[in-house]
């Protein structure tokens, strides 16, 4: 059965994003290194999962011609892989997705992405989108958090684990630290 992964930025007080959704603080720390780290990632999933909120950021950055994308030449190969993969955007506010590959998910997200998981493939990627992870994680539907800490407190924002209640148990499986400071924690749910 395929996987659903989280691949999650944080800061190191636990904030997914800004209060205005800002991320200035994620591109201070990214590097060669770590674009090569998340092609690697995306190259082991098929299907990328997400809220409109990380939709609309990710698609308005690199819904392009990767060849004619002005862009850092390391993130070529995750450009490619992002504009061709399945990608299924979960929003109720939204009626229409215009990235290559990209459709609105029809059904719940229990059903579609039970569904999902079932059918052969690799894994599924969901960046960033903290609802749909929510909704997820109390569906008992996230087999993998890898989450991405960044050396730098902003204070206030979007929390990561706001609306989850109760106990998560996770178990540490993997680390890998990068010359900028940033930590990928590898977290199996038990």
């Not at 800061?11 to 959704?21: H, I, Q, R, V």
């Not at 998340?38 to 990710?58: C, F, H, P, V, W």
């Not at 493939?121 to 539907?141: C, E, H, P």
């Not at 998560?168 to 890998?176: G, I, N, S, W």
């Amino acid at each position: 059965m395929r996987k659903v992964i989280v691949s999650m930025n944080v800061t190191l007080d636990g904030f997914m994003a800004a209060k205005d959704c800002g991320l200035d603080w994620h591109f201070r720390s990214w590097n060669e290194e770590m674009a090569r780290a998340t092609a690697e990632q995306l190259s082991r999933a098929d299907t990328i999962l997400l809220g409109g909120i990380t939709y609309r950021g990710m698609a308005q950055y690199w819904n392009a011609d990767p060849v004619n994308m002005i862009r850092p030449r390391e993130d070529l190969d995750f450009a490619t892989m992002l504009n061709s993969y399945p990608k299924v955007v979960f929003s109720k506010t939204m009626s229409t997705v215009t990235w290559h590959n990209a459709r609105l998910a029809k059904r719940s997200i229990g059903d579609e992405v039970s569904e999902l998981k079932r059918r052969e493939g690799k894994d599924m990627i969901i960046y960033g989108s903290g609802k749909i992870v929510t909704a997820l994680a109390k569906l008992g539907l996230i087999d993998e958090f890898r989450m991405w800490v960044h050396p730098v407190v902003i204070g206030c924002g979007k929390p990561v684990f706001k609306e989850l209640a109760g106990l998560f148990d996770l178990q540490l499986v993997k680390t890998e630290i990068f010359s900028s400071g940033v930590v990928i924690l590898f977290y199996s749910v038990r």
